[in-house]
Nanobody
Framework: QVQLVESGGGLVQPGGSLRLSCVAS????????MDWYRQAPGKQRELVASISSGGSTNYADSVKGRFTISRDNAKNTVSLQMNSLKPEDTAVYYC???????????????WGQGTQVTVSS
């Protein structure tokens, strides 16, 4: 079992910043990709940013230049620094990770419980 726990959401004014963090724990041998998704009310969940084990990153066009994803492989954590936030960034943000379990027990593909980000004046 691999668990992901997010933190750092909240209410922020337009133009403000927030930093989301996610820590993975459990039977982990290695983590390949770590991602942040978001889901706004009435919309489908969408990929916001991803980072590979080697540090390669990808971003949704809507957040390029404003959001930065990073990870600490030693601590099994991934973060999302969000700057210049807009009302349309309001959503529940989910952490996602996939990789190999310890003891040769196969692979994991896990999601966090989500954290609310609200951008409003």
């Amino acid at each position: 079992q691999v668990q992901l726990v997010e933190s750092g959401g909240g209410l922020v004014q337009p133009g403000g910043s927030l930093r989301l963090s996610c820590v993975a724990s459990g039977s982990i041998f290695s983590i390949n990709g770590m991602d942040w998704y978001r889901q706004a009310p009435g919309k489908q969940r969408e990929l916001v940013a991803s980072i590979s084990s080697g540090g390669s990153t990808n971003y949704a066009d809507s957040v390029k230049g404003r959001f930065t994803i990073s990870r600490d492989n030693a601590k099994n954590t991934v973060s999302l620094q969000m700057n210049s936030l807009k009302p349309e960034d309001t959503a529940v943000y989910y952490c996602h990770a996939f990789g190999s379990k310890r003891t040769g027990a196969g692979y994991f593909d896990s999601w966090g419980q989500g954290t609310q980000v609200t951008v409003s004046s």
